[in-house]
């Protein structure tokens, strides 16, 4: 991969010649939502206890995501949910020194930055930056490109770097069928996205390694695998992937709803620091280096 000269701040930790591995953590189900069980408190100190290992573990970043609020709202949340995620993101940030990412499902991309900016996170997730497609949330209609980056310069929040997933899993894309992927993430770049994020249909399948490729080819911008990558599978996109984003696989029986298994954290740590990095800098040696937009 070609040594990174310029890329957004938020995302410094990618300048490694192996992919970064970001390590997904499942939040509690947040207050007011249908699952939920557990107060904020006790939520973030779970989530703190889950960080500290991943972070004494070797991991490169975390992202938080508050998965266990299902079935999710389409785009907009409460003020419940986006207090109660400052609240755990904050007290993670206090607890690690790693770089944080913030995802608010569903699509709720402009709480994330707001989340972000509170807690000190360096990067968040956005899902619907480009294109409009249909969700197991509903349809969503609109681009959040426009908005979303309005607001981030709005509130003063532009160091925190966006993330988008293009033709993200759990939706439907007929609505581009005649856009494919490498279209989509040049329109991701070109209006504005830090880093674009490649996925199989569902948490935990894998991406299609020739997808992942054709991205890394089509864009300037940081490319990360967002979906399925265990041990077994990793060789077949370090080539091309600048980070990966692993949550299904760190968890007991590879289910993103158990905690956290040591054991598969470790295998997963030392697959990615494993990785040649000559062999891959050799393979990446025509590609071009990131730039800023």
Known sequence: ????SKTHPGLSFLTRRRPALIAMIHVGALPGTPRAEKPVAQLAAQTVQEAKHLTDSGVDAILL???HDVPYLNRA???????????VCAAVR???????GVQVLAGANQAAIA???????????????????????GLMAQADAGPLLRYR???????????ADIKKKHSAHAITADVDLAETARAAEFFGADGVIVTGTATGSPADPKDVAAVRKAVGVPVLVGSGVTPD?????????????????????????NPPDPARV???????????????????????????R
Request: net charge positive.
């Open 1 to 4: 991969m070609a040594t990174l």
């Open 65 to 67: 995501e508050n998965m």
């Open 115 to 137: 989340v972000a900016q509170a807690a000190g996170c360096q990067f968040i997730r956005a899902e619907g930056f480009v294109f409009a497609h249909v969700a197991d949330e």
């Open 233 to 257: 599978n990793l060789a077949a996109f370090a080539p091309h992937a600048h980070a990966i984003i692993v949550g299904s696989y760190l968890k007991k029986d590879g289910n993103w709803r």
């Open 94 to 100: 206090a607890a690690t020194k790693l770089p944080l």
């Open 77 to 87: 949340v409460g003020p419940e949910i986006v207090a109660s995620m400052t609240a």
């Open 153 to 163: 310069r709005a509130i003063g929040a532009t160091d925190i770097a966006i993330l």
């Open 266 to 292: 470790q295998s997963m740590v030392k697959s990615v620091q494993s990785i040649d990095s000559k062999s891959r800098l050799r393979k990446q040696s025509n590609q071009p280096e990131f730039h800023r």
